[in-house]
């Protein structure tokens, strides 16, 4: 069964540094999402992309946050310079169509620790 | 703005009980509503979705959703418990119409299964 596929799986990185987390949507996909989840709170949708651009970003995707499809399988989410409270599990989801009925299909996740 | 609601962080059922996790949902439109099950240290899947088909909606590994408009309600139950279904439960929503849009989720419900 296809599946969204996402790495590292943890990653422990020093406040200031940049991370890349990346992920392999499923190969027919059109929408791709980030999502993240602080430990203990919900999970909370950061950015959408969709024809190679951004379609929706949230309050939290500011300047430090960037999505990029390098080529036709990856899509990464690039933080350039990470503060404490940027550790979460980060999830990557991607979608057939954009009906407003389609579910989204999620990786595993990327555990992000910033120490 | 949309907004979902799941009543309690933590339900706790002997393993054989009727398991009930409640959602509610702010819309003046019903949305499509999506239940995701998140099992320790492992992504989110799909349990099941509302896309307005029928009310009553059956999804994976027993679980089952009705959606009720006059309450605003898409409450998830299983008629027995068993051990592996402890785990974290989210509902989410997304606005019809809103093509390739976020889901909007809840804060999550921790279901533990006591033996």
């Known amino acids: 069964e296809p599946e969204v596929t996402q790495t590292p799986s943890h990653q422990v990185t020093q406040m200031g540094q940049e991370v890349i987390l990346r992920c392999v949507p499923i190969s027919n996909h059109l929408y791709f999402y980030w999502y993240r989840q602080i430990l203990g709170q919900k999970v909370e949708f950061l950015v959408s992309?969709?024809?190679?651009?951004?379609?929706?970003k949230s309050e939290i995707f500011d300047d430090q946050f960037s999505v990029e499809r390098p080529d036709g399988s990856n899509f990464t989410l690039k933080i350039r310079s990470t503060k404490l409270e940027d550790s979460a599990m980060y999830f990557c989801a991607s979608s057939g169509t954009g009906q407003s009925y389609t579910e989204a299909f999620f990786g595993q996740g990327t555990r992000l620790t910033v120490v | 703005a949309q907004s979902v609601t799941q009543l309690g962080s933590h339900v706790s059922v002997s393993e054989g009980a009727l398991v009930l996790l409640r959602c509610n949902y702010s819309?003046?439109?019903?949305?499509?509503l999506f239940w995701y099950v998140q099992y320790p240290n492992q992504g989110l899947q799909l349990l099941l979705k509302?896309?307005?088909?029928?009310?009553l909606v059956k999804g994976i590994n027993g679980f089952e959703a009705e959606f009720k408009k006059s309450e605003t309600s898409f409450h998830l139950t299983k008629p027995s418990a068993h051990m592996s279904d402890a785990a974290e439960y989210f509902c989410?929503?997304?606005?019809?119409?809103?093509?390739?849009?976020?889901?909007?989720f809840g804060q999550g419900t921790e279901l533990s299964v006591k033996p």
């Open positions: 819309s003046s439109v019903p949305p499509y």
């Open positions: 989410a929503v997304r606005p019809r119409g809103n093509q390739g849009g976020k889901l909007i």
């Open positions: 509302y896309t307005s088909a029928a009310t």
């Open positions: 992309f969709y024809n190679n651009e951004i379609s929706e």
